[in-house]
């Protein structure tokens, strides 16, 4: 398939790239008891629930990341990343600058005992709910495999952008349809990938 930067073939698909913009539609989610969410300060608690170092928690924090914490009640059952400034995905394989009034949502964990409970789109709604005063759109990236988070990110009001795949390359490009096709222009320059339509 051929694009204005080149001639690709396409491989499997790696994932799917959803985007909200401010003045899209945010899905009412029935109360769930106890929830809340908030701002993490707590390194100890965040390395925790994401399994890593405290160091590694710094890091992200220090790079202008901010984590925010889902509790049920007391406890803390879920994570999740708004980043500005640099970031990456695919294990590191893109990096990219996350352009003013944009915001990049990443390394979302609900803990295993409370998964299933639609905490993940409640997350992500208070997020856009929180951010969106100062900030116009809302990127997010999930593995092709991943058909949990692809639920709670459409649920959340997310409007699917493009499919991630693959390239012979050894790259990554956005194929996608005429439907988004805004969006998915925006997206692939955002991470600079190669933007490639399906026929």
């Given amino acids: 398939m051929t694009t204005n930067q080149g001639t690709y073939s396409i491989g499997d698909r790696a994932g799917l790239l959803w985007t909200w913009w401010k003045g899209d539609a945010l899905p009412v ?3 769930l008891p106890d929830f809340s969410v908030e701002r993490a300060a707590n390194l100890e608690e965040l390395a925790f629930m994401m399994e890593t170092t405290q160091d590694e928690v710094l890091k ?12 049920i009640g007391a406890h803390a059952v879920a994570v999740g990343w708004s980043a500005t400034g640099k970031a990456a995905f695919g294990g590191g394989l893109i990096t990219f600058q996350v352009p003013p009034q944009n915001r990049y949502l ?3 964990i609900t803990l295993p005992a409370w998964r299933g409970h639609g905490i993940y789109p409640r997350l ?4 856009l709910r929180h951010e969106c005063a100062t900030n116009e759109r809302f990127w997010i990236i999930h593995q092709a495999a991943n058909l949990a988070s692809q639920r709670g990110i459409e649920r959340a009001g997310f ?3 493009s499919a991630v795949h693959f390239l012979d ?6 194929l996608t349809t005429k439907e988004n096709k805004e969006r998915a222009l925006t997206g ?9 339509e399906s026929r």
């Fill in 106 to 108: 990443y390394y979302f």
């Fill in 29 to 31: 989610l029935p109360p």
């Fill in 159 to 161: 409007q699917l952008t």
């Fill in 60 to 71: 992200l924090r220090q790079v202008g990341h901010e984590p925010y914490l889902a509790r």
């Fill in 188 to 196: 692939a320059a955002l991470f600079g990938l190669p933007l490639i």
């Fill in 169 to 174: 390359t050894g790259g990554l490009g956005l």
């Fill in 124 to 127: 992500l709604q208070y997020i």
